[in-house]
């Protein structure tokens, strides 16, 4: 798939996985350490198309034949 805008093959598909953290309450009124865990958040995960050589990052949606399309340009 080439870049719309500088013509590249080059694009990658990325996303941001969702964390939560977690923190219980002591019995000296102090809180523990930060605990991280991955908070089931499939549906809201963020994902884009970006081309490795101008940047340019993409929505993207999977047609009907399992082909990706490029949507928007994400801002």
Do not use: H
């Amino acid at each position: 798939m080439k870049c719309p805008n500088c013509g590249k093959e080059e694009m990658v598909r990325r996303w941001q996985p969702q964390f939560e953290y977690e923190q219980k309450v002591l019995k000296s009124g102090k809180l523990s350490k930060r605990k991280r865990f991955v908070a089931d958040v499939t549906y809201a995960v963020p994902e884009w198309i970006q081309c490795l050589e101008c940047g340019t990052e993409w929505d993207y949606v999977i047609n009907d034949n399992g082909k990706i399309e490029l949507c928007d340009e994400r801002i």
